[in-house]
């Protein structure tokens, strides 16, 4: 299997399983915050929606629309795609989990969507996933590398040392930050987390930067 073939086989799998944890849900879940500040686990599976279905070239003339503003975009993307009753946007949903569509960007921007919405999701609901730490390491791999702008985490990795307890890898030097694969992405991603998950002489400076 192609590195690009694997890395779909993931997202596909995210989705799906994410999908088994929203039947579940009574309706006044879906109005719980996420981990996205100012959306409900309702809205970020509307964004989920909208990502699943950007084209590259979609994408383009979206940010001519929204004047390059991502903030803007992503908004347009949520009020376009949150049906009135969740369940049918869970719908809309499953009828786009299997898609390969992308926006130009990384392939393993995918992997980041996938894990960090997930847990946008989950972890207000209480839920949880064991989500497979080769390819979350994959994904801190990209943010620790790609700056704020751009929808990384660059500027909060630097001068830290990050170091995944569940996986062999470490990234970066200075202060240690310790952490499971799956946190330090969240932190990295600028979501708020647990105060024992991140431990370290560098994690408090991480979280504040």
Same mark, same amino acid.
């Given at each position: 299997?192609?590195?690009?073939?694997?890395?779909?086989?993931?997202?596909?799998?995210?989705?799906?399983?994410?999908?088994?944890?929203?039947e579940?849900?009574? &309706?006044?879940?879906?109005?719980? &915050?996420?981990?996205?500040?100012?959306?409900?686990?309702h809205?970020?599976l509307?964004?989920?929606?909208?990502?699943?279905?950007?084209?590259?070239?979609?994408?383009?003339?979206?940010?001519?629309?929204?004047?390059?503003?991502?903030?803007?975009?992503?908004?347009?993307?949520?009020?376009?795609?949150?049906?009135?009753d &969740?369940?049918?946007t869970?719908a809309?949903?499953r009828?786009?989990?299997?898609?390969?569509?992308?926006?130009?960007?990384?392939?393993?921007?995918?992997?980041?969507?996938?894990?960090?919405?997930?847990?946008?999701?989950?972890?207000?609901l209480?839920?949880?996933?064991?989500?497979?730490v080769?390819?979350?390491?994959?994904a801190?791999?990209?943010?620790?590398?790609t700056?704020?702008?751009?929808?990384?985490?660059?500027?909060?990795a630097?001068?830290?040392r990050?170091v995944?307890?569940?996986?062999?890898?470490?990234?970066?030097?200075? &202060?240690?930050?310790?952490?499971?694969?799956?946190?330090?992405?969240?932190?990295?991603?600028?979501?708020?987390v647990?105060?024992?998950?991140?431990?370290?002489?560098?994690?408090?400076?991480?979280?504040?930067?």
């Amino acid at each position: 299997m192609s590195s690009k073939s694997l890395v779909w086989s993931v997202v596909h799998a995210e989705r799906q399983a994410l999908i088994r944890d929203l039947e579940t849900l009574a &309706p006044a879940q879906w109005a719980t &915050p996420s981990l996205c500040v100012g959306w409900t686990v309702h809205d970020v599976l509307a964004h989920m929606v909208d990502v699943s279905t950007t084209t590259r070239l979609g994408f383009v003339r979206r940010m001519i629309a929204a004047r390059g503003d991502f903030d803007r975009d992503n908004q347009t993307g949520v009020d376009r795609e949150r049906a009135e009753d &969740p369940a049918e946007t869970l719908a809309a949903y499953r009828q786009v989990a299997g898609l390969t569509a992308t926006p130009p960007a990384p392939l393993a921007t995918r992997l980041v969507e996938e894990f960090a919405h997930g847990e946008d999701i989950r972890r207000p609901l209480g839920l949880r996933r064991d989500y497979p730490v080769e390819h979350v390491v994959t994904a801190l791999g990209y943010l620790a590398k790609t700056s704020l702008k751009w929808g990384g985490g660059k500027e909060r990795a630097q001068r830290v040392r990050l170091v995944a307890t569940d996986a062999d890898t470490v990234i970066g030097s200075g &202060p240690e930050v310790r952490g499971t694969a799956i946190t330090i992405v969240l932190a990295l991603s600028g979501r708020q987390v647990g105060p024992d998950e991140l431990t370290g002489p560098g994690a408090t400076a991480m979280v504040a930067g």
